[in-house]
């Protein structure tokens, strides 16, 4: 069978997961966030990554369904984590792709998922990419916007890979940046986006932090939030809620 016909019964065959890897608070050193990272084990290929089968979702449309699972899945699993006293202020972050970021019924299906699990929207951010909102800024925005409305966050992700014009950055609407991890280590880009955020009035996230040494610029220059192996990998939900218990 091919991998669009494995892919299209996974959701079905409960063969998608999802992972959580915590962000945290470089002040105050709580976990103020966990990244929903989707997995994909297939009894007949084995773990396939996102970074393969994200793209033949896109490319087959299978990534509508797929996409809506994840938002239901990840509200479900924060509403979960958000009845403990520990997990009481850990906002889900969830990846959209371009395909579900511009389709209609995105926003309804958002507000089911919150409502379904009795989850705040301000609980709830959503992932999008540089590139996403930079092919058609005007409509990103707009998009961007209603999701703000809604009350969940925004945050706009792997920044710095992209292009950028900063005109639009600085109009958009949203919450964070979150700094792409094959930047993390270069100490003068680090300081100027840190410094860029904050004149435009964005938080910024550094991701794949591994070690100390990158910590400590980060923490030098006002990064807010990290994420990375030095913290945690991506886990599942119940290894997730001890992290949570055992580090608060
Ligand atoms: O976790 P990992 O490094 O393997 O993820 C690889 C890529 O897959 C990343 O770019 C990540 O943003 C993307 N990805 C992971 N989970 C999801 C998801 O639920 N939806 C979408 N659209 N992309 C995801
Ligand atoms: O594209 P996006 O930023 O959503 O993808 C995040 C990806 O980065 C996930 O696949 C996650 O597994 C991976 N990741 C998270 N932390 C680290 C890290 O410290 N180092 C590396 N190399 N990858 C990481
Ligand atoms: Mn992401
Ligand atoms: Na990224």
């Not at 970074?51 to 809506?68: C, D, H, K, S, Y």
């Not at 900063?166 to 100027?192: E, G, Q, W």
Request: charged letters at 20%; glycine letters at 6%; hydrophobic letters at 45%.
């Amino acid at each position: 069978m091919s991998t669009e016909v494995l892919l299209r019964h996974a959701i079905e065959a409960d063969e998608l997961v999802l992972h959580y890897q915590p962000q945290i608070d470089l002040r105050s050193g709580r976990i103020v966030g966990a990244e929903a990272l989707i997995r994909w084990e297939s009894p007949s290929l084995g773990r396939i990554s996102p970074a393969q089968f994200i793209p033949l979702a896109e490319e087959t449309g299978l990534i509508v369904p797929i996409g809506r699972w994840v938002i239901e899945r990840a509200c479900r699993d924060a509403a979960s984590w958000m009845r403990s006293t520990e997990g009481a202020h850990c906002v889900v972050a969830i990846n959209l792709s371009a395909r579900q970021f511009n389709e209609e019924a995105l926003m309804a299906g958002i507000t089911s998922a919150l409502s379904e699990n009795q989850l705040a929207a301000h609980h709830v951010e959503f992932e999008i990419t540089e590139s996403m909102v930079m092919q058609d800024p005007v409509s990103a925005s707009g998009i961007l916007k209603k999701l703000r409305d809604m009350g969940c966050k925004v945050a706009l992700d792997d920044f710095g890979t992209g292009y950028s014009s900063l005109a639009y950055l600085r109009t958009f609407p949203l919450d964070c940046l979150k700094i792409d991890r094959s930047l993390v280590t270069d100490v003068a880009i680090v300081c100027a986006v840190v410094q860029m955020a904050q004149a435009f009035g964005f938080k910024t996230l550094a991701e794949g932090v591994e070690d100390e040494a990158v910590l400590a610029v980060l923490q030098d220059v006002g990064c807010d939030i990290v994420q990375g192996y030095y913290y945690a990998r991506p886990m599942p939900l119940e290894e997730f809620k001890s992290y949570l218990r055992s580090h608060s």
